[in-house]
C-alpha cells in the first residue's frame, strides 16, 4: 500500500510542476466521528499515509476528524498567481469499501484475499482544472499548452503559398499551427495574434520565402530574428 501511495504522490506532485505550480502544500485528513470500519482498519490506513509523507520527506498539515466517511485522504492544494489558494488532487485509502462489496483477488500463494481500494484524483475535476489554469496564466499559456502554438503570417496575399508550405512542415512535427491569410495590415494582424495570446507568430515575405526561412516574433520577447525552420521546430519542440 506504501509504495502505491508513494507512487501517486509522486505523480501528483510532477504533473503539477510541469503545469508552472510551484507553491503547494499538503493537508492529511484522519477519521471522522460518523465513519465506518473498524479500529484496526482506520489505525492502519492513517498509519500508511503518515508513513508515506514521511518517507518522501514531505511537510503537511494534519486536519483531525476530517478524512471521508470510509478512509483517511491526502489533499494536495496548489496556490496560482494571485495567490488563491485551490484543492486539486487526493488520495484516499479505503479498507471499507472492499470488504462491503465483498471484493477478493487470487494471491501469489493460492488463497483468496480481501484487496485494499485507493481512491485517487490527480487533477480534480477537468474543467475546473482548466479554468484554475487560465487563471493562473491570466492567459498567457506556455508554448507547449497553447491551443494555437504557431500564426503563420504572410506579409501579403503572394506569399499565402510559402506560408503554408510552412505550415506543412510545422503539422508533420505535431505543432499546432494556423495561418492568418486575412487582407489586413500586417501590423494589424500581429496585433490580432498578440491578442489572442498565441506564443509564437512567423512572419513571412520576400525574403523569408527566398532564403526558405522565417521572421519569428514572441509574444514574450518581440522580434527574434530571421530562423529556418528546422530551428524554429527545435525551439518549440525541445
Do not use: C
Amino acid at each position: 500500500m506504501e509504495k502505491e501511495i508513494i507512487g501517486v504522490i509522486k505523480l501528483a506532485l510532477k504533473i503539477y510542476r510541469e503545469f508552472g505550480f510551484k507553491d503547494y502544500h499538503i493537508e492529511l485528513s484522519t477519521r471522522p466521528d460518523k465513519s465506518i470500519g473498524t479500529d484496526a482498519m482506520w489505525n492502519k490506513a492513517e498509519k500508511v499515509l503518515k508513513s508515506a509523507l514521511k518517507k518522501q520527506k514531505i511537510k503537511y498539515q494534519l486536519n483531525p476528524k476530517d478524512g471521508a466517511f470510509y478512509g483517511p485522504k491526502i489533499d494536495f492544494h496548489i496556490k496560482d498567481s494571485l495567490d488563491r489558494s485551490w484543492q486539486l488532487g487526493t488520495i484516499q485509502l479505503d479498507f471499507s469499501m472492499p470488504d462491503r462489496f465483498d471484493l477478493n483477488y487470487i494471491a501469489k500463494d493460492g488463497k483468496k484475499k480481501r484487496p485494499v481500494m485507493i481512491h485517487r484524483a490527480i487533477l480534480g475535476s477537468f474543467e475546473r482544472f482548466v479554468g484554475i489554469i487560465l487563471e493562473h496564466y491570466q492567459g498567457n499559456l506556455p508554448l507547449w499548452l497553447a491551443p494555437i502554438q504557431v500564426v503563420i503570417i504572410p506579409i501579403s496575399e503572394k506569399h499565402v503559398t510559402y506560408a503554408e508550405q510552412v505550415q506543412r512542415e510545422l503539422i508533420k512535427k505535431g505543432i499546432r499551427v494556423e495561418i492568418d491569410a486575412g487582407g489586413e495590415r500586417m501590423q494589424k494582424k500581429i496585433k490580432n495574434a498578440e491578442e489572442q495570446k498565441i506564443p509564437l507568430m512567423l512572419i513571412v515575405g520576400d525574403k523569408e520565402k527566398k532564403a526558405k526561412k522565417v521572421a519569428v516574433r514572441s509574444k514574450a520577447k518581440g522580434d527574434e530574428g530571421v530562423m529556418d525552420i528546422g530551428k524554429v521546430i527545435r525551439i518549440i519542440n525541445k
